[in-house]
């Protein structure tokens, strides 16, 4: 399970990085334009293709993909209140969009924050399989994106935000949200430049 690190960085490597793609939160409630919470609608179209691309390339070099989900509870009372009851556990809104390419074999961490990391078994699989860079692709930018791209950061994976990739509420929200995670040492990189590398 290896893959040669993209981007600007790529040309510094001279070895296969074993890499985990984490396929965040593309649920039915934030893909589609009724949904409970959608991203901007010019975005729903741009995320799905570039995020089925990327699995899509995953899949074909045999690196880890990992299908990440909301499932809030009904007790979180404020925060349903905040996302307009969005991706409640056991609702239709909470599954993964059916456009969404599904790799039979990879597996589904539900979490109820928005950092994936708050799933005490997604980092222990990681570490079993000797992953040491983490690429994510998903929504929302600004939120959870950004949430588990620091907690990434904190566990010492390198970590990589595809800008193509990930939606927000807003055109501006995605840029900023993008921006800042560069700032923080987070590798912002295109869904074509991920599949170049490999």
Request: charged share 25%; with cysteine.
């Amino acid at each position: 399970m290896g893959l040669r690190v993209s981007g600007a960085r790529a040309a510094d490597r001279n070895a296969d990085m074993a890499i985990a793609l984490l396929v965040l939160d593309l649920q039915v409630d934030f893909l589609n334009r009724d949904g409970r919470m959608p991203i901007a609608s010019g975005q729903m179209e741009q995320v799905l293709a570039n995020s089925n691309r990327a699995i899509e390339a995953a899949a074909a070099h045999r690196a880890a993909i990992i299908y990440v989900g909301n499932e809030y509870t009904r007790w979180d009372i404020p925060g349903n209140w905040f996302r307009h009851d969005a991706a409640r556990a056991g609702t239709p809104g909470a599954s993964l969009d059916p456009r969404v390419k599904r790799v039979a074999e990879a597996p589904y961490f539900p979490k109820r924050k928005g950092d994936a990391f708050s799933n005490p078994e997604l980092e222990p699989f990681l570490r079993e399989h000797h992953v040491k860079r983490v690429v994510i692709c998903g929504v929302y930018a600004d939120a959870c994106v950004t949430a588990t791209a620091r907690g990434a950061l904190r566990r010492g994976f390198e970590v990589a935000v595809l800008s193509d990739a990930v939606g927000a509420a807003g055109d501006d929200a995605r840029r900023s949200a993008i921006e800042k995670l560069g700032r923080d040492n987070i590798e912002i990189e295109s869904t074509a430049e991920f599949i170049k590398a490999f």
